[in-house]
């Protein structure tokens, strides 16, 4: 039988240059739970977004005195009708993150007060379906995704 | 990773105006690549400058953050700045965070 819910964990530097992979992953496997093109765009977004905010997380903090290495954990947790991805990192230092749903940062204004403070987060609300931050020691984001299955959607 | 999602940048420049084509991912690894190339573009007031993303196959909020430096910095210096052949997938983006009326206006 089937487990309900199956987890794939990756576990990757902290620095730019693995986010590719983090995407190129969840494209694997939302593609083979049958989420369409569309929303696997809209989850690469959000997860790389999550991850960006890690990384730039990891390179705030001071330089312990050992040097260690920073790494982020994205935890892929597939469910029945959904996709949860679980992205956090495991710095010494809580930052604050505000979760209230926030309105778009550029509609409405004129190019002198446009600032692109809170783009990310305001992305990943606005392409998933759920949007939960948790800070504690480090931050963990949980991004969910229901899956419409094709033959819904016709 | 495939060979076209690997970030690509070229300049074009004729008399009066010029294009930088990005390609692939633009995201937080190139961003620092980005903002050095558009640097010494943003000081060439008496030029258009345009950003062509036809085969942009990926822009995160980095990217969508450089552009709004760019916009602000061009529009100080009240010179043009315009971003042309956004691809659909990307529009969408530019759509939700607001951006898309600033890039398709004059300055």
Redesign the interface.
């Known amino acids: 039988m089937k487990a309900i819910e199956e987890v794939v964990t990756l576990q990757v530097p902290a620095t730019?240059?693995y986010?590719?992979?983090v995407?190129?992953t969840l494209y694997g496997i939302a593609a083979k739970m049958g989420f369409s093109y569309e929303a696997i765009?809209d989850m690469?977004?959000a997860v790389?977004?999550a991850c960006?905010n890690a990384?730039?997380h990891a390179y705030e903090q001071e330089v312990p005195a050992v040097l260690e290495q920073q790494n982020v954990e994205i935890k892929f947790i597939k469910q029945l009708d959904s996709l949860s991805i679980i992205v956090k990192d495991n710095g010494h230092s809580s930052r604050a993150v505000s979760e209230a749903p926030q309105t778009?940062?550029?509609?409405?204004?004129t190019?002198?007060e446009?600032?692109?403070g809170g783009?990310?987060l305001?992305?990943m609300q606005?392409?998933m379906d759920h949007v939960e931050v948790l800070t504690s020691a480090g931050t963990q984001v949980t991004l969910t995704k229901r899956l419409v299955r094709s033959e819904e959607l016709a | 990773?495939k060979q076209q999602?690997k970030f690509h940048l070229r300049t074009e420049t004729t008399e009066g105006r010029c294009t930088v084509y990005v390609s692939g991912?633009f995201?937080?690894?190139v961003?620092g690549q980005m903002r050095a190339a558009m640097a010494p573009l943003i000081e060439l007031t008496d030029r258009e400058l345009a950003l062509n993303l036809q085969d942009l196959k990926?822009i995160?909020?980095?990217g969508?953050?450089i552009l709004?430096?760019v916009?602000?910095a061009r529009?100080a210096n009240n010179a043009a700045f315009t971003v042309e052949a956004i691809p659909p997938?990307i529009r969408k983006?530019f759509d939700?965070?607001?951006?898309t009326p600033?890039l398709t206006q004059q300055a």
Do not use: C, Q, W
């Not at chain 1, 778009?104 to 204004?109: A, D, E, F, I």
């Not at chain 2, 939700?96 to 951006?99: A, D, R, S």
């Open positions: 730019a240059e986010v590719d992979l995407r190129v765009e690469k977004v790389s977004e960006n990384i730039l778009s940062p550029l509609h409405g204004k190019i002198g446009i600032h692109s783009l990310g305001y992305l606005a392409l | 990773m999602d991912e995201d937080l690894e961003a990926y995160d909020s980095t969508i953050g709004v430096s916009l602000k529009h997938s983006l939700m965070t607001g951006i600033f």
